[in-house]
């Protein structure tokens, strides 16, 4: 990948690891980066530039009320999807932070949650390009039957850094 960050540049260095091992080394990378990704035990199962897929398991930490995954638990799931692959393609030079998040629970979820975020080739070239902007990432979140049970879409923005 051409313009490596920091972190596309860590995440090339894990995938030279045994297939077992990428998805347990780059969620602990991810855990201690974002703390509260890590606390929650979620599970990076794929990041590349163009998606990111993000496991969920229903334990008791990460519950409501009626044993499924909290509401803002599956918020975290979105953000960490959206962000970590938004991430890979912002230069070192530019700060990421997230600007908005919007997201509409429609059914009751059951089980496991998995998140799903996906940008076009030309998507992040523009991420890559553009000095300072943002950019509207879908985020796909179902739960262990595959229905979607949340709707959600995250604006991340990044600057260059001050010097």
């Given at each position: 990948?051409?313009?490596?960050?920091?972190?596309?540049?860590?995440?090339?260095?894990?995938?030279?690891?045994?297939?077992?091992?990428?998805?347990?080394?780059?969620?602990?990378?991810?855990?201690?980066?974002?703390?509260?990704?890590?606390?929650?035990?979620?599970?990076?199962?794929?990041?590349?530039?163009?998606?990111?897929?993000?496991?969920?398991?229903?334990?008791?930490?990460?519950?409501?009320?009626?044993?499924?995954?909290?509401?803002?638990?599956?918020?975290?799931?979105?953000?960490?999807?959206?962000?970590?692959?938004?991430?890979?393609?912002?230069?070192?030079?530019?700060?990421?932070?997230?600007?908005?998040?919007?997201?509409?629970?429609?059914?009751?979820?059951?089980?496991?949650?998995?998140?799903?975020?996906?940008?076009?080739?030309?998507?992040?070239?523009?991420?890559?390009?553009?000095?300072?902007?943002?950019?509207?990432?879908?985020?796909?979140?179902?739960?262990?039957?595959?229905?979607?049970?949340?709707?959600?879409?995250?604006?991340?923005?990044?600057?260059?850094?001050k010097k």
């Amino acid at each position: 990948m051409a313009n490596k960050n920091k972190l596309s540049t860590l995440v090339g260095k894990i995938e030279k690891l045994p297939v077992s091992w990428r998805a347990p080394a780059i969620s602990f990378l991810m855990g201690k980066v974002i703390p509260f990704a890590g606390t929650s035990g979620t599970r990076v199962e794929k990041l590349t530039p163009n998606e990111c897929i993000i496991v969920m398991r229903n334990k008791k930490k990460v519950q409501n009320h009626i044993g499924s995954v909290h509401a803002a638990a599956m918020g975290l799931l979105a953000e960490s999807a959206t962000g970590f692959m938004t991430g890979l393609s912002v230069p070192d030079d530019r700060i990421i932070v997230i600007r908005s998040m919007k997201l509409e629970y429609g059914k009751r979820a059951s089980g496991d949650m998995k998140a799903v975020a996906s940008f076009s080739d030309e998507q992040v070239q523009y991420i890559k390009e553009t000095p300072k902007g943002d950019i509207e990432v879908p985020v796909v979140i179902t739960d262990a039957t595959g229905t979607e049970t949340v709707k959600a879409t995250m604006i991340w923005a990044w600057t260059p850094k001050k010097k």
